[in-house]
């Protein structure tokens, strides 16, 4: 067997062990806290820099792995990167990352009150999207925590 298809079937079996334990990894009593811990504000809809805020978590995760805990709250235009219909343009490899990256961990939060404004509920939103009632309070609350606040 070619060795491209060795490691793309060694990719997938990965990619479905991770996804499959995501949800306890997550679990601080089981594993405890994390070394770091970042929440970036998503508050845009401009394509150019949701890539490069993508990219950034991308970095994060590759560079620390099981040792950073990653949160992104999407409020106001942000709000369409976790809708399974957003009303803004948003690239099909954005998409793509978002939820890669919610397999391997990154905790995505949508805005509540965004949503309302929008007449959203959960079914509008992506399956792994977490509601919460407000953004700015997320992000509060998370950086009192001890979390490193993030936002381009």
């Not at 996804?19 to 401009?46: C, K, M, V, W």
């Not at 690239?91 to 978002?98: F, K, V």
Request: overall charge negative; glycine content about 8%; charged content about 20%.
């Amino acid at each position: 067997m070619d060795s491209r298809k060795n490691y793309y079937i060694i990719g997938l079996i990965l990619g479905l062990f991770l996804n499959l334990s995501s949800a306890n990894a997550r679990d601080f009593d089981l594993f405890g806290e994390p070394d770091h811990r970042i929440i970036y504000q998503l508050n845009t809809a401009d394509q150019k820099t949701i890539d490069t805020i993508l990219f950034s978590i991308g970095e994060l995760v590759r560079t620390y792995g099981d040792s950073i805990h990653i949160v992104v709250t999407a409020l106001g235009p942000g709000i369409h990167t976790l809708a399974k219909n957003p009303l803004r343009p948003l690239s099909l490899e954005s998409r793509q990352r978002i939820s890669s990256l919610a397999n391997y961990g990154v905790d995505f939060h949508a805005c509540g009150n965004t949503m309302k404004s929008l007449h959203w509920n959960k079914e509008d939103m992506l399956e792994f999207a977490v509601i919460i009632d407000v953004g700015v309070i997320d992000i509060m609350l998370h950086q009192e925590r001890g979390y490193s606040y993030i936002k381009w």
